[in-house]
């Protein structure tokens, strides 16, 4: 039975894995590099929790009772004596590796590990670790506290105990899961990325505006946000990152990343995160499109 959580990484998808299993009634671990990404991180899950206050979804002593759960370290030695542990850091293999080698040795025998990678897979990630029976991809979508859905998605390797328990814990968060084969970019994304990429490449050959792209998807397809606008909430690196991985998983031309993606992050142009993506959000108002 998992009593309590390890999460590693305290940005955007780390703090909300560990927002929504502390307002499930688990104790919740939450590292990263520093204390100061790590606080703040603690303040984004103070202030999503008082929304859900303020919309009447939680209690104000349920909100208390959620952040009493949560404690905070920024060394992976923390999570010693945790049940389950996911990795939620940056989208990148090396990164991820580093991490699982550095954590497994400060575990116990019993403790579950999961990536919340969106692409990468997972029985390459678990061959890196001393359990890869016990490992797992568990892809939460974002925002983690307002999507219902979790990728499920098992190595060669996991074993059928780790699955079933996997589940009883996705279920404790009221998550709705499909599961997934271990493929390069899972289900979600690998339709979604696609049509982003596509979108991108609209934008790239003067089919369209920003503007007009997305209001074409939403008005015509009855997208709830425009695929730009998706993607700069994603950021831009993530998505090309997705990119990449489909690419070279799949040796299909289809999945080449637009070099108008590409330059958007080699210039650091990655969305709403760094101010500026297919839309300029530095002005206070309205977000510009920046092309």
């Not at 568990?138 to 328990?165: C, K, W, Y």
């Not at 101010?275 to 206070?284: A, I, S, V």
Request: charged share 20%.
């Amino acid at each position: 039975m998992v009593e309590k959580v390890g999460v590693i990484g305290a940005g955007q998808m780390g703090n909300g894995i560990a927002h929504v299993s502390a307002l499930a009634g688990m104790n919740v671990m939450l590292t990263d590099i520093s204390m100061e990404k790590v606080e703040a991180g603690l303040e984004v899950i103070r202030g999503n929790l008082s929304r859900q206050v303020g919309k009447g979804k939680i209690t104000a002593a349920e909100m208390d009772a959620a952040m009493a759960r949560i404690k905070v370290a920024d060394s992976l030695a923390a999570h010693s004596d945790c049940d389950l542990v996911i990795e939620a850091a940056v989208e990148n293999e090396k990164i991820k590796t580093a991490i699982f080698k550095d954590l497994c040795p400060h575990l116990k025998k019993s403790a579950l590990v999961a990536s919340n990678t969106s692409s990468i897979a997972i029985t390459r990630l678990a061959s890196t670790t001393d359990r890869p029976e016990k490992f797992m991809g568990v892809h939460f979508m974002n925002p983690v506290p307002v999507m219902q859905l979790v990728e499920l998605i098992p190595g060669i390797a996991t074993s059928e105990d780790t699955f079933e328990r996997f589940k009883v814990f996705t279920g404790k968060l009221n998550k709705t899961t499909v599961i997934s084969e271990d493929f390069p970019a899972f289900i979600v994304n690998r339709i979604l990325m696609p049509m982003i990429n596509e979108a991108i490449y609209t934008l790239y050959e003067g089919v369209g505006s920003v503007e007009a792209i997305d209001s074409a998807m939403m008005l015509g397809a009855n997208h709830p946000m425009g695929p730009l606008t998706l993607a700069d909430f994603i950021g831009l690196d993530t998505c090309l990152s997705i990119m990449q991985v489909l690419y070279d998983g799949l040796a299909d031309s289809k999945y080449r990343p637009c070099p108008l993606l590409v330059k958007y992050v080699e210039a650091g142009w990655l969305g709403r995160k760094t101010g500026r993506g297919f839309y300029d959000y530095r002005t206070g108002g309205e977000p510009v499109p920046t092309r």
